[in-house]
């Protein structure tokens, strides 16, 4: 079960048994934990430190910054906590997937319409081989024309 919101606790140790849904931050540590917000159980370790997780208070909301990313889970859970919300990735994939789809049609059309004006351009234009073959034909023709004459005289 995904969870939307989580709360938090200032502790002195991160506890052995962590709640879910509950972030621990410990400040004498510089550290934070939790258990893995799509309930799989892992525990997620998050050092607050300037390289990396950056912890941010609100009010009351928390914010965890970058993003937490739990590819050594089964799970591969990715998801911000964001002024206490959870706010999961892949929601946001979706919109990415469904804007590359759009950029995809976009640029499909762009290459149909530019076939199809090719295709008009091709069929406006008088066809060069025809030309050159009809000039083949021509001098092929005088020839034969030639030909005959010289046979006729
Ligand atoms: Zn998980």
Redesign the pocket.
């Known amino acids: 079960m995904k969870q939307t919101h989580m709360s938090h606790q200032f502790v002195e140790f991160i506890p052995e048994k962590l709640d879910s849904g509950v972030l621990y931050i410990s400040p004498r540590y510089g550290t934070a934990a939790h258990k893995?917000c799509?309930?799989?159980g892992?525990e997620v370790i998050t050092p607050l430190t300037p390289t990396d997780w950056s912890l941010r208070m609100d009010g009351n909301l928390v914010t965890l910054h970058p993003s937490i990313g739990?590819w050594s889970?089964n799970?591969q859970?990715h998801y911000w906590i964001r002024r206490s919300q959870i706010i999961w990735a892949d929601q946001m994939s979706q919109q990415e997937i469904e804007r590359g789809r759009a950029n995809e049609r976009a640029s499909k059309q762009a290459y149909f319409a530019e076939v199809n004006r090719k295709k008009i351009l091709h069929t406006q234009l008088p066809p060069k081989k025809a030309t050159s073959q009809t000039g083949a034909n021509g001098s092929l023709h005088s020839l034969w024309m030639a030909i005959k004459h010289w046979w006729k005289s």
């Open positions: 893995c799509c309930g799989c892992e739990n889970f799970c859970s």
